[in-house]
Protein backbone atom coordinates (compact mmCIF):
# COMPACT_ATOMS: atom_id res chain seq x y z
CA UNK A 1 0.00 0.00 0.00
CA UNK A 2 2.83 2.26 0.46
CA UNK A 3 4.86 1.54 -2.38
CA UNK A 4 1.16 2.02 -4.25
CA UNK A 5 1.08 5.19 -2.45
CA UNK A 6 4.65 6.43 -3.53
CA UNK A 7 4.11 5.55 -6.65
CA UNK A 8 0.98 7.55 -6.69
CA UNK A 9 2.41 10.46 -5.66
CA UNK A 10 5.33 10.53 -8.21
CA UNK A 11 2.95 10.20 -10.54
CA UNK A 12 1.16 13.18 -9.34
CA UNK A 13 4.42 14.98 -9.36
CA UNK A 14 5.17 13.76 -12.59
CA UNK A 15 1.85 15.57 -13.97
CA UNK A 16 2.32 18.63 -11.95
CA UNK A 17 5.86 19.24 -13.44
CA UNK A 18 4.09 18.99 -17.16
CA UNK A 19 1.83 21.20 -15.60
CA UNK A 20 4.22 23.93 -14.63
CA UNK A 21 5.69 23.60 -17.95
CA UNK A 22 2.79 24.40 -19.57
CA UNK A 23 1.77 27.65 -17.21
CA UNK A 24 5.20 29.11 -17.92
CA UNK A 25 4.66 28.49 -21.59
CA UNK A 26 1.22 30.24 -21.86
CA UNK A 27 2.66 32.93 -19.63
CA UNK A 28 5.33 33.17 -22.23
CA UNK A 29 2.87 33.27 -25.26
CA UNK A 30 0.60 35.50 -23.89
CA UNK A 31 2.41 38.46 -21.97
CA UNK A 32 6.07 37.61 -22.40
CA UNK A 33 6.10 37.40 -25.78
CA UNK A 34 2.49 37.26 -27.26
CA UNK A 35 1.46 35.93 -30.16
CA UNK A 36 -0.93 38.37 -31.88
CA UNK A 37 -2.89 38.86 -34.98
CA UNK A 38 -1.49 41.24 -37.02
CA UNK A 39 0.02 41.19 -40.24
CA UNK A 40 -1.45 40.81 -44.18
CA UNK A 41 -1.01 36.96 -43.90
CA UNK A 42 -2.68 36.63 -40.05
CA UNK A 43 -5.66 38.12 -41.59
CA UNK A 44 -5.57 36.23 -44.71
CA UNK A 45 -5.57 32.55 -43.44
CA UNK A 46 -7.20 32.92 -39.78
CA UNK A 47 -10.72 32.08 -41.98
CA UNK A 48 -9.20 30.38 -44.88
CA UNK A 49 -11.12 26.98 -45.95
CA UNK A 50 -9.32 24.40 -47.69
CA UNK A 51 -9.49 20.86 -48.42
CA UNK A 52 -7.46 18.04 -46.08
CA UNK A 53 -6.52 16.71 -49.05
CA UNK A 54 -3.75 18.55 -51.39
CA UNK A 55 -4.78 20.31 -54.00
CA UNK A 56 -2.16 20.45 -57.03
CA UNK A 57 -1.95 23.82 -57.88
CA UNK A 58 -2.98 25.68 -55.41
CA UNK A 59 -0.44 28.63 -53.27
CA UNK A 60 0.51 25.64 -50.82
CA UNK A 61 -0.64 22.58 -52.40
CA UNK A 62 0.00 20.06 -49.61
CA UNK A 63 0.28 22.51 -46.53
CA UNK A 64 -2.85 20.50 -45.59
CA UNK A 65 -2.46 20.74 -41.25
CA UNK A 66 -1.24 24.20 -41.00
CA UNK A 67 -4.18 25.58 -43.55
CA UNK A 68 -7.14 23.30 -41.74
CA UNK A 69 -6.05 24.04 -38.16
CA UNK A 70 -5.45 27.65 -37.92
CA UNK A 71 -8.96 28.65 -39.02
CA UNK A 72 -10.45 26.07 -36.88
CA UNK A 73 -8.82 27.08 -33.84
CA UNK A 74 -9.33 31.00 -34.65
CA UNK A 75 -12.73 30.53 -35.15
CA UNK A 76 -12.86 28.55 -32.01
CA UNK A 77 -11.38 31.80 -30.06
CA UNK A 78 -14.02 33.98 -32.43
CA UNK A 79 -17.49 32.23 -31.20
CA UNK A 80 -16.00 30.26 -27.49
CA UNK A 81 -13.57 32.78 -25.65
CA UNK A 82 -14.08 36.46 -27.04
CA UNK A 83 -17.71 36.06 -25.30
CA UNK A 84 -15.58 35.33 -22.16
CA UNK A 85 -12.63 38.31 -22.94
CA UNK A 86 -14.89 40.31 -24.55
CA UNK A 87 -12.11 41.48 -27.12
CA UNK A 88 -11.45 39.58 -30.45
CA UNK A 89 -7.42 40.34 -30.66
CA UNK A 90 -7.35 39.08 -26.80
CA UNK A 91 -9.34 36.09 -27.29
CA UNK A 92 -6.95 35.32 -30.44
CA UNK A 93 -4.25 35.24 -28.77
CA UNK A 94 -5.61 33.15 -25.66
CA UNK A 95 -6.53 30.21 -28.19
CA UNK A 96 -3.17 30.35 -30.17
CA UNK A 97 -1.05 30.45 -27.24
CA UNK A 98 -3.09 27.71 -25.58
CA UNK A 99 -2.59 25.48 -28.87
CA UNK A 100 1.15 26.65 -29.18
CA UNK A 101 1.53 25.84 -25.56
CA UNK A 102 0.06 21.96 -24.99
CA UNK A 103 1.94 21.13 -28.36
CA UNK A 104 5.55 22.29 -27.08
CA UNK A 105 4.44 20.45 -23.96
CA UNK A 106 3.29 17.14 -25.57
CA UNK A 107 6.62 17.18 -27.35
CA UNK A 108 8.55 17.51 -24.32
CA UNK A 109 6.47 14.80 -22.76
CA UNK A 110 7.38 12.27 -25.77
CA UNK A 111 10.69 12.85 -25.11
CA UNK A 112 10.60 12.28 -21.16
CA UNK A 113 8.39 9.11 -22.12
CA UNK A 114 11.58 8.24 -24.82
CA UNK A 115 14.04 8.37 -22.04
CA UNK A 116 11.93 5.96 -19.56
CA UNK A 117 11.30 3.64 -22.14
CA UNK A 118 14.83 3.11 -23.27
CA UNK A 119 16.82 3.94 -20.40
CA UNK A 120 15.99 2.53 -16.64
CA UNK A 121 15.42 6.26 -15.32
CA UNK A 122 13.15 7.24 -12.94
CA UNK A 123 10.79 9.95 -13.03
CA UNK A 124 12.53 12.53 -11.43
CA UNK A 125 15.93 11.75 -13.42
CA UNK A 126 13.73 12.00 -16.60
CA UNK A 127 12.26 15.56 -15.72
CA UNK A 128 15.49 17.12 -14.79
CA UNK A 129 16.91 16.11 -18.46
CA UNK A 130 13.62 17.26 -20.17
CA UNK A 131 14.52 20.63 -18.20
CA UNK A 132 17.79 20.65 -19.56
CA UNK A 133 16.44 19.75 -23.13
CA UNK A 134 13.55 22.52 -23.00
CA UNK A 135 16.04 24.91 -22.31
CA UNK A 136 18.53 24.20 -24.63
CA UNK A 137 15.77 25.29 -27.14
CA UNK A 138 16.18 28.75 -25.66
CA UNK A 139 19.99 28.76 -25.08
CA UNK A 140 21.18 27.96 -28.67
CA UNK A 141 20.62 30.64 -30.42
CA UNK A 142 20.95 33.43 -28.09
CA UNK A 143 24.48 34.92 -29.26
CA UNK A 144 23.47 38.80 -28.46
CA UNK A 145 22.25 40.46 -25.24
CA UNK A 146 18.77 41.51 -27.47
CA UNK A 147 17.15 40.62 -30.43
CA UNK A 148 17.94 36.80 -30.70
CA UNK A 149 15.70 33.89 -32.07
CA UNK A 150 14.82 31.06 -30.61
CA UNK A 151 14.05 27.36 -31.42
CA UNK A 152 10.56 27.92 -30.45
CA UNK A 153 10.66 31.32 -32.34
CA UNK A 154 8.26 32.01 -35.82
CA UNK A 155 8.24 35.53 -37.01
CA UNK A 156 4.32 35.91 -36.83
CA UNK A 157 1.33 34.32 -35.77
CA UNK A 158 0.79 32.64 -39.32
CA UNK A 159 4.32 31.04 -38.95
CA UNK A 160 3.64 29.35 -36.02
CA UNK A 161 1.44 27.31 -38.03
CA UNK A 162 2.78 26.72 -40.62
CA UNK A 163 6.43 25.68 -39.32
CA UNK A 164 6.52 25.43 -35.54
CA UNK A 165 3.62 22.78 -35.00
CA UNK A 166 4.62 21.00 -38.11
CA UNK A 167 7.39 20.64 -36.91
CA UNK A 168 6.71 19.92 -32.93
CA UNK A 169 4.53 17.08 -34.83
CA UNK A 170 6.96 15.37 -36.88
CA UNK A 171 9.66 15.28 -34.20
CA UNK A 172 7.03 13.84 -31.52
CA UNK A 173 6.26 11.32 -33.86
CA UNK A 174 9.81 10.52 -34.49
CA UNK A 175 10.16 10.27 -31.19
CA UNK A 176 6.87 7.83 -30.75
CA UNK A 177 8.73 5.32 -33.30
CA UNK A 178 11.67 5.40 -31.59
CA UNK A 179 10.34 4.69 -28.01
CA UNK A 180 7.64 2.59 -29.31
CA UNK A 181 8.58 0.70 -33.14
CA UNK A 182 5.41 -1.40 -32.81
CA UNK A 183 3.42 1.52 -33.96
CA UNK A 184 5.42 1.39 -37.22
CA UNK A 185 3.85 -2.02 -38.12
CA UNK A 186 0.87 -1.16 -39.99
CA UNK A 187 0.13 -4.73 -40.90
CA UNK A 188 -0.59 -5.58 -37.32
CA UNK A 189 -3.95 -6.12 -35.75
CA UNK A 190 -3.49 -4.96 -32.10
CA UNK A 191 -5.60 -1.45 -31.05
CA UNK A 192 -6.90 -0.41 -34.66
CA UNK A 193 -8.89 2.69 -33.32
CA UNK A 194 -5.42 4.11 -31.73
CA UNK A 195 -3.64 3.11 -34.63
CA UNK A 196 -5.72 4.25 -36.82
CA UNK A 197 -5.74 7.95 -34.99
CA UNK A 198 -2.16 7.37 -35.51
CA UNK A 199 -1.99 7.28 -38.79
CA UNK A 200 -4.66 10.40 -39.32
CA UNK A 201 -1.54 12.15 -37.05
CA UNK A 202 1.38 10.93 -39.84
CA UNK A 203 -0.66 11.97 -42.31
CA UNK A 204 -0.96 15.30 -41.21
CA UNK A 205 2.46 15.20 -40.24
CA UNK A 206 3.92 14.67 -43.65
CA UNK A 207 1.20 17.28 -45.64
CA UNK A 208 2.37 19.74 -43.51
CA UNK A 209 4.80 21.99 -44.75
CA UNK A 210 8.49 20.83 -46.30
CA UNK A 211 10.90 21.89 -43.58
CA UNK A 212 8.85 20.30 -40.79
CA UNK A 213 8.26 16.99 -42.87
CA UNK A 214 11.44 16.57 -43.32
CA UNK A 215 11.67 15.26 -39.97
CA UNK A 216 9.86 12.61 -40.45
CA UNK A 217 11.44 11.20 -43.48
CA UNK A 218 14.80 11.83 -42.12
CA UNK A 219 13.94 9.03 -39.63
CA UNK A 220 12.65 6.67 -42.18
CA UNK A 221 15.68 7.16 -44.59
CA UNK A 222 17.33 6.20 -41.34
CA UNK A 223 15.86 3.17 -40.33
CA UNK A 224 15.56 1.97 -43.87
CA UNK A 225 19.66 2.46 -44.62
CA UNK A 226 20.60 0.59 -40.92
CA UNK A 227 18.19 -2.30 -41.99
CA UNK A 228 19.68 -2.29 -45.67
CA UNK A 229 22.92 -2.43 -43.65
CA UNK A 230 22.23 -5.17 -41.21
CA UNK A 231 20.97 -7.23 -44.30
CA UNK A 232 23.96 -6.54 -46.47
CA UNK A 233 25.98 -8.09 -43.71
CA UNK A 234 24.22 -11.22 -44.15
CA UNK A 235 23.42 -10.84 -47.31
CA UNK A 236 19.64 -11.64 -47.41
CA UNK A 237 17.78 -9.33 -49.12
CA UNK A 238 14.27 -10.60 -49.17
CA UNK A 239 12.79 -9.52 -45.84
CA UNK A 240 13.85 -5.50 -46.23
CA UNK A 241 10.19 -4.47 -47.84
CA UNK A 242 8.00 -6.35 -45.64
CA UNK A 243 10.48 -4.94 -42.77
CA UNK A 244 10.25 -1.47 -43.46
CA UNK A 245 6.91 -1.46 -44.92
CA UNK A 246 6.17 1.82 -42.40
CA UNK A 247 9.17 3.34 -43.37
CA UNK A 248 9.04 3.43 -46.74
CA UNK A 249 5.04 4.26 -47.10
CA UNK A 250 6.28 7.74 -45.23
CA UNK A 251 8.89 8.02 -48.21
CA UNK A 252 6.88 7.53 -50.61
CA UNK A 253 3.90 10.28 -49.22
CA UNK A 254 6.16 12.83 -48.07
CA UNK A 255 7.81 12.45 -52.17
CA UNK A 256 4.33 12.60 -53.03
CA UNK A 257 3.70 15.77 -50.83
CA UNK A 258 6.64 17.27 -52.15
CA UNK A 259 5.59 17.10 -55.58
CA UNK A 260 2.50 18.53 -55.24
CA UNK A 261 4.60 21.49 -53.54
CA UNK A 262 6.42 21.83 -56.57
CA UNK A 263 2.91 22.64 -58.45
CA UNK A 264 2.17 25.44 -56.22
CA UNK A 265 2.41 29.51 -56.35
CA UNK A 266 4.81 29.78 -53.67
CA UNK A 267 7.34 27.25 -55.08
CA UNK A 268 6.98 29.02 -58.55
CA UNK A 269 7.59 31.94 -56.75
CA UNK A 270 10.74 30.85 -54.84
CA UNK A 271 14.36 30.77 -56.32
CA UNK A 272 15.50 32.79 -58.99
CA UNK A 273 18.08 33.42 -61.63
CA UNK A 274 21.33 32.90 -59.19
CA UNK A 275 22.76 29.09 -60.40
CA UNK A 276 21.73 26.60 -57.69
CA UNK A 277 25.26 25.50 -57.43
CA UNK A 278 25.87 29.24 -55.86
CA UNK A 279 22.86 28.93 -54.12
CA UNK A 280 23.91 25.79 -52.41
CA UNK A 281 27.74 27.37 -51.67
CA UNK A 282 25.57 30.41 -49.99
CA UNK A 283 23.11 28.37 -47.58
CA UNK A 284 26.54 26.17 -46.43
CA UNK A 285 28.63 29.22 -45.62
CA UNK A 286 25.14 30.84 -43.60
CA UNK A 287 24.76 27.75 -41.96
CA UNK A 288 28.92 27.69 -40.84
CA UNK A 289 28.10 31.15 -39.64
CA UNK A 290 25.27 29.80 -37.74
CA UNK A 291 26.57 27.20 -36.41
CA UNK A 292 29.83 29.42 -35.47
CA UNK A 293 28.05 32.09 -33.64
CA UNK A 294 25.85 29.68 -31.66
CA UNK A 295 25.84 30.40 -28.12
CA UNK A 296 29.13 29.41 -26.52
CA UNK A 297 27.57 28.16 -22.84
CA UNK A 298 25.20 25.72 -25.31
CA UNK A 299 28.79 24.83 -27.66
CA UNK A 300 30.62 24.05 -24.25
CA UNK A 301 27.38 21.31 -22.73
CA UNK A 302 27.45 19.83 -26.38
CA UNK A 303 30.66 19.20 -26.27
CA UNK A 304 31.27 18.19 -22.84
CA UNK A 305 28.41 15.36 -23.35
CA UNK A 306 29.12 14.10 -26.92
CA UNK A 307 33.15 13.74 -25.56
CA UNK A 308 32.57 12.11 -22.22
CA UNK A 309 29.99 9.72 -23.85
CA UNK A 310 32.56 8.67 -26.32
CA UNK A 311 35.19 8.02 -24.00
CA UNK A 312 33.32 6.24 -21.34
CA UNK A 313 31.94 3.87 -24.89
CA UNK A 314 35.42 3.55 -25.78
CA UNK A 315 36.37 2.41 -22.23
CA UNK A 316 36.19 -1.20 -21.29
CA UNK A 317 34.34 -2.29 -18.10
CA UNK A 318 35.09 -5.57 -16.45
CA UNK A 319 31.50 -6.38 -15.87
CA UNK A 320 29.80 -4.44 -19.07
CA UNK A 321 32.11 -3.22 -21.94
CA UNK A 322 29.45 -1.35 -23.55
CA UNK A 323 27.54 2.18 -23.41
CA UNK A 324 23.47 1.31 -24.50
CA UNK A 325 22.50 4.12 -25.79
CA UNK A 326 19.22 2.92 -28.00
CA UNK A 327 17.84 5.34 -30.67
CA UNK A 328 20.86 7.31 -31.49
CA UNK A 329 22.20 5.48 -34.19
CA UNK A 330 18.49 6.32 -35.89
CA UNK A 331 18.90 9.98 -34.57
CA UNK A 332 22.40 10.82 -35.24
CA UNK A 333 22.09 9.42 -39.20
CA UNK A 334 18.79 11.35 -39.49
CA UNK A 335 20.53 14.17 -38.25
CA UNK A 336 23.09 13.91 -41.05
CA UNK A 337 20.34 13.61 -43.67
CA UNK A 338 18.13 16.32 -42.55
CA UNK A 339 21.33 18.56 -42.42
CA UNK A 340 21.95 17.58 -46.05
CA UNK A 341 18.51 18.19 -47.15
CA UNK A 342 18.03 21.45 -45.25
CA UNK A 343 20.94 22.67 -47.35
CA UNK A 344 19.43 21.34 -50.60
CA UNK A 345 15.74 23.07 -49.51
CA UNK A 346 17.60 26.50 -48.32
CA UNK A 347 19.52 26.36 -52.04
CA UNK A 348 15.92 26.00 -54.10
CA UNK A 349 14.08 28.71 -52.17
CA UNK A 350 16.70 30.45 -51.42
CA UNK A 351 19.49 30.51 -49.07
CA UNK A 352 18.67 32.74 -46.14
CA UNK A 353 15.66 30.75 -45.55
CA UNK A 354 18.39 28.61 -43.65
CA UNK A 355 18.71 31.56 -41.49
CA UNK A 356 15.14 31.20 -39.74
CA UNK A 357 14.84 29.35 -36.41
CA UNK A 358 11.76 27.82 -37.71
CA UNK A 359 13.10 25.97 -40.77
CA UNK A 360 16.43 25.34 -38.36
CA UNK A 361 14.30 23.77 -36.04
CA UNK A 362 14.77 20.07 -37.31
CA UNK A 363 18.31 19.94 -37.49
CA UNK A 364 18.65 21.05 -33.76
CA UNK A 365 16.05 18.45 -32.77
CA UNK A 366 18.04 15.62 -33.63
CA UNK A 367 20.95 17.13 -32.25
CA UNK A 368 19.87 17.68 -29.04
CA UNK A 369 18.15 14.57 -29.31
CA UNK A 370 21.68 12.79 -29.75
CA UNK A 371 22.95 15.17 -26.82
CA UNK A 372 20.40 14.27 -24.42
CA UNK A 373 20.65 10.43 -25.10
CA UNK A 374 24.16 10.35 -24.39
CA UNK A 375 23.83 12.14 -21.17
CA UNK A 376 20.71 9.91 -20.08
CA UNK A 377 23.09 7.00 -20.53
CA UNK A 378 25.83 8.32 -19.00
CA UNK A 379 23.38 8.95 -16.06
CA UNK A 380 21.77 5.26 -16.49
CA UNK A 381 25.63 4.07 -16.35
CA UNK A 382 26.96 6.87 -13.85
CA UNK A 383 23.88 7.35 -11.18
CA UNK A 384 25.96 9.79 -8.95
CA UNK A 385 25.95 11.88 -12.17
CA UNK A 386 22.16 12.76 -11.42
CA UNK A 387 23.68 14.75 -8.72
CA UNK A 388 25.20 17.40 -11.10
CA UNK A 389 22.11 17.80 -13.50
CA UNK A 390 20.32 20.19 -10.69
CA UNK A 391 23.12 22.63 -10.87
CA UNK A 392 23.47 22.03 -14.59
CA UNK A 393 20.21 23.41 -15.12
CA UNK A 394 20.23 26.27 -12.99
CA UNK A 395 23.39 26.83 -14.98
CA UNK A 396 22.24 26.77 -18.65
CA UNK A 397 19.01 28.88 -17.14
CA UNK A 398 21.09 31.71 -15.86
CA UNK A 399 22.76 32.06 -19.34
CA UNK A 400 19.43 31.97 -21.03
CA UNK A 401 18.34 35.60 -19.73
CA UNK A 402 19.93 39.12 -20.08
CA UNK A 403 19.06 42.30 -18.88
CA UNK A 404 17.98 43.32 -22.57
CA UNK A 405 15.34 42.19 -24.36
CA UNK A 406 16.58 38.84 -25.14
CA UNK A 407 14.71 37.67 -27.70
CA UNK A 408 12.90 38.81 -30.77
CA UNK A 409 9.09 39.40 -30.68
CA UNK A 410 6.93 37.48 -33.31
CA UNK A 411 6.12 39.64 -35.50
CA UNK A 412 7.50 41.72 -38.82
CA UNK A 413 7.10 45.38 -37.43
CA UNK A 414 9.36 44.68 -33.96
CA UNK A 415 7.38 46.32 -31.98
CA UNK A 416 5.68 45.00 -28.75
CA UNK A 417 2.87 43.05 -28.93
CA UNK A 418 0.34 45.77 -27.33
CA UNK A 419 1.33 47.95 -30.00
CA UNK A 420 0.58 45.32 -32.53
CA UNK A 421 -2.91 44.51 -30.94
CA UNK A 422 -3.64 48.15 -30.25
CA UNK A 423 -3.12 48.73 -34.51
CA UNK A 424 -5.32 45.03 -35.08
CA UNK A 425 -8.32 46.52 -32.75
CA UNK A 426 -7.75 50.49 -34.96
CA UNK A 427 -8.88 47.75 -38.30
CA UNK A 428 -11.36 45.97 -36.64
CA UNK A 429 -12.79 49.56 -35.81
CA UNK A 430 -12.37 50.89 -38.76
CA UNK A 431 -14.46 47.94 -40.63
CA UNK A 432 -17.25 47.72 -37.83
CA UNK A 433 -17.87 51.61 -38.11
CA UNK A 434 -18.34 51.19 -42.15
CA UNK A 435 -20.78 47.94 -41.18
CA UNK A 436 -22.61 50.10 -38.90
CA UNK A 437 -23.08 52.76 -41.28
CA UNK A 438 -24.26 50.33 -44.27
CA UNK A 439 -21.01 50.89 -46.28
CA UNK A 440 -19.88 48.26 -49.12
CA UNK A 441 -16.99 49.90 -49.81
CA UNK A 442 -14.52 51.70 -47.44
CA UNK A 443 -10.68 53.01 -47.38
CA UNK A 444 -9.10 51.26 -44.46
CA UNK A 445 -6.04 53.03 -43.08
CA UNK A 446 -2.95 50.96 -42.32
CA UNK A 447 0.42 51.80 -40.96
CA UNK A 448 2.88 53.13 -43.82
CA UNK A 449 6.28 50.68 -43.57
CA UNK A 450 7.71 51.65 -46.84
CA UNK A 451 8.78 55.12 -48.68
CA UNK A 452 6.09 54.39 -51.83
CA UNK A 453 3.13 52.36 -50.59
CA UNK A 454 2.17 53.03 -54.72
CA UNK A 455 5.39 50.91 -55.99
CA UNK A 456 6.63 49.05 -53.13
CA UNK A 457 5.00 46.20 -50.71
CA UNK A 458 3.83 47.61 -48.06
CA UNK A 459 4.75 44.74 -45.38
CA UNK A 460 3.86 43.65 -42.89
CA UNK A 461 0.20 45.58 -44.17
CA UNK A 462 0.46 44.95 -47.76
CA UNK A 463 -2.48 47.06 -49.31
CA UNK A 464 -3.17 43.41 -51.71
CA UNK A 465 -3.54 40.94 -48.86
CA UNK A 466 -5.57 43.29 -46.38
CA UNK A 467 -8.66 43.14 -49.21
CA UNK A 468 -9.07 39.11 -46.85
CA UNK A 469 -9.39 41.13 -44.03
CA UNK A 470 -13.65 41.90 -44.32
CA UNK A 471 -14.07 38.01 -45.15
CA UNK A 472 -12.10 36.82 -42.21
CA UNK A 473 -14.51 39.25 -39.93
CA UNK A 474 -17.59 38.63 -41.48
CA UNK A 475 -16.63 34.72 -41.07
CA UNK A 476 -16.08 35.29 -37.04
CA UNK A 477 -19.39 37.51 -37.05
CA UNK A 478 -17.56 40.87 -36.00
CA UNK A 479 -19.13 42.45 -39.10
CA UNK A 480 -22.77 41.74 -40.45
CA UNK A 481 -22.02 42.38 -44.00
CA UNK A 482 -19.55 42.30 -47.05
CA UNK A 483 -16.74 44.84 -47.27
CA UNK A 484 -14.73 46.01 -50.36
CA UNK A 485 -11.32 47.53 -49.00
CA UNK A 486 -9.06 49.80 -50.56
CA UNK A 487 -6.03 49.26 -47.84
CA UNK A 488 -4.18 52.83 -47.64
CA UNK A 489 -1.18 53.53 -46.07
CA UNK A 490 -1.58 56.46 -43.86
CA UNK A 491 1.89 58.14 -42.09
CA UNK A 492 -0.65 59.20 -39.52
CA UNK A 493 -1.08 55.83 -38.20
CA UNK A 494 2.75 55.62 -37.63
CA UNK A 495 2.66 58.72 -35.61
CA UNK A 496 -0.72 57.25 -33.56
CA UNK A 497 1.16 54.46 -32.60
CA UNK A 498 4.37 55.69 -32.16
CA UNK A 499 6.08 53.88 -35.10
CA UNK A 500 8.70 55.50 -37.18
CA UNK A 501 7.88 56.98 -40.31
CA UNK A 502 9.64 56.15 -43.49
CA UNK A 503 11.34 58.82 -45.01
CA UNK A 504 9.94 60.02 -48.30
Known amino acids: MEASMNDTQKKLCHGLFYLAIFTFLFVWFTKIH ?35 VFPFFSTV ?58 LVHFLALRSEDSGNQYLFYCVDLNCYYNYLLPALLNASVVMCLIRNPGLADFLSFGAPAAKGCFYIVVYFAIFSNLPASGILAAWAGSVVLLSLIAHGKVKQWKGIVPENGFPLLVL ?55 ATFCVCALTPRKKDASLPCPGLGVALIA ?36 AMLMLTALVSRYPKLMLALPLVTVFLLSGVDTRENTFLESNFAGVRPAVCADISRNLIEQLQTADAQGLTEVELRVPQYVSDPDTEDNWPHSLNLLERLPGTLYAHGLIRHQIHVTAVADSAMNISFHLPVPET
Open 77 to 134: AAYLIMPLTKDYITAQTVMHALVVSLAITGYLWCFSALLRRCFPVSRLTASLITCLFL
Open 335 to 370: AAAFGVYLLMLSSAVGPTAIRRSENLFGLFFFANLC
Open 34 to 68: ALVVFDADDWSYLAYVRDTTPVWGEWNPAKVFPEV
Open 252 to 306: VAWFISAVFELSGGRAASAGGSTPLYYQLYLACKYLARILLDLNRLYQLAIVLIV
